[in-house]
Each structure stands twice: as structure tokens, then as C-alpha cells.
């Protein structure tokens, strides 16, 4: 089992740029979520899936917007990029929402100029 | 006031000690903590659990919880260089997790 995936690993756009990051989970896990995290300000949920066909907006969703595309996959997109959008974005996934452990997917490390 | 708190550290300690880390919380209803391990550059991976007042003990780790005081630690006893990392507390919100900002702990040989 790979666990969950996310490509690409690192990405560098220019200001104004979109792309969007893809998010894999082959544990059979309902619910997926897509953080971000910044130096001393820890996770922060941008967007959560509670279960396929359902989205929700998390903590910081402002400039973002997320597909469930089948029970596996979450991509996560940026329609038009800013500085401020620097950071480093993990997927995760869970058998549950709510209080239920959270498997990480390795990170993409995005820089935006 | 954040929903959940640490001390962003870093904090040292010598090998072989035990290092104490802690988090605070504010919703008092809150019912299970999750403890969560970063190494630089890596993700981040549950160590512990906890639902109920008092100790857990996993191997080396001890997991306490005070629901009243709204506040769980972390001991790592014989601490070792390979606990070097940030270990970041996490408590579910209604529909998600909601995570500290990460304490940062070097374990020097």
C-alpha cells in the first residue's frame, strides 16, 4: 500500500499562474483533508472532504478550491496564485471526520514569485 | 486565544533525559488529543492518543491528560537523538483536527 500520494513534490509558479495539486489515498479512507503549513503557524485546514461527493471549507480556504473526484482522489487547485500562497500543502486522510487519525500524504512544496 | 497551544520551543535536552512537552486547549468539550511527529522535512505521523484523564503509556512515550486544566503532555523518557523533530499536539474540532503550532525538541548526544 502506498498510503497517500500527492504530486507533484515540489512546484515554483509565477504570480497569477494556476495549477492544482493532486492528492491519492488507496486505504479505503472516507474522508480527506488538505492543509498548509507555515513556519510557526503549524496546520492549518484549508479544505476537508467528509465523505465522497461532499466538500467543505476548513480554516483558510480563500484563494483555493478542492474536487472529491471518486473516494481516492482530492485535488486541491489554484486559480490564480499569490505570494502568500507559499508554503508547503499536505494532503490526509482518515476512515472518519472528526476524531479519528489523520495519515499524511509526503507534501508539495510550492514557491510562489 | 488559540484553540490549541504550545510552546514553540525549541527545547534541549541531553540524551538519556526525559523531555516534556505540553499543550493547552480551549474547548472544554473536547474528548480526545492526538500527538503527532514531524521530522524536518518530512510529515507529519500519529505517535499517541488520548481519551481519558490521567496516564498512557506507550514504550517509551506518556501521554498525560488533565481535562480539567484543558491540558496534555507528552514525556519522552531516555529521550534519543532520533526523537529529534517537532511534535505537534492536535484536538478534533467538529469536523476536523485542529493542530498546534509544534514544539521543537533536540536531543543532543
Known amino acids: 500500500n502506498a498510503g497517500v500520494t500527492q504530486t507533484p513534490k515540489f512546484q515554483v509558479l509565477k504570480t497569477g499562474q494556476s495549477m492544482t495539486l493532486q492528492c491519492a489515498q488507496d486505504m479505503n479512507h472516507n474522508s480527506m483533508y488538505w492543509y498548509r503549513q507555515d513556519p510557526g503557524m503549524g496546520l492549518r485546514l484549508i479544505y476537508y472532504?467528509?465523505?465522497?461527493?461532499?466538500?467543505d471549507k476548513g480554516e483558510v480556504p480563500n484563494g483555493y478550491n478542492v474536487s472529491r473526484l471518486n473516494k481516492r482522489e482530492f485535488s486541491l487547485r489554484l486559480e490564480s496564485a499569490a505570494p502568500s500562497q507559499t508554503s508547503v500543502y499536505f494532503c490526509?486522510?482518515?476512515?472518519?471526520?472528526?476524531?479519528?487519525?489523520?495519515?499524511f500524504g509526503p507534501g508539495t512544496r510550492l514557491t510562489v514569485l | 486565544q488559540k484553540e490549541v497551544e504550545q510552546n514553540s520551543g525549541p527545547l534541549s535536552v541531553p540524551e538519556g533525559a526525559i523531555a516534556s512537552l505540553n499543550c493547552t486547549y480551549s474547548?472544554?468539550?473536547?474528548?480526545?488529543f492526538f500527538w503527532y511527529r514531524q521530522y524536518s522535512g518530512k510529515s507529519p505521523e500519529l505517535i499517541m492518543f488520548?481519551?481519558?484523564?490521567g496516564d498512557k503509556e506507550d514504550g517509551r512515550f506518556t501521554a498525560q491528560l488533565n481535562k480539567a486544566s484543558q491540558y496534555v503532555s507528552l514525556l519522552i523518557r531516555d529521550s534519543q537523538p532520533s526523537d529529534s523533530a517537532t511534535y505537534l499536539c492536535?484536538?478534533?474540532?467538529?469536523?476536523?483536527?485542529?493542530f498546534g503550532a509544534g514544539t521543537r525538541l533536540t536531543v543532543k548526544p
Open positions: 474547548d472544554r468539550g473536547s474528548q480526545s
Open positions: 488520548i481519551y481519558s484523564n
Open positions: 492536535a484536538v478534533p474540532s467538529s469536523n476536523d483536527m485542529r
Open positions: 490526509a486522510s482518515s476512515d472518519r471526520n472528526g476524531g479519528w487519525e489523520q495519515f
Open positions: 472532504s467528509a465523505s465522497e461527493g461532499t466538500t
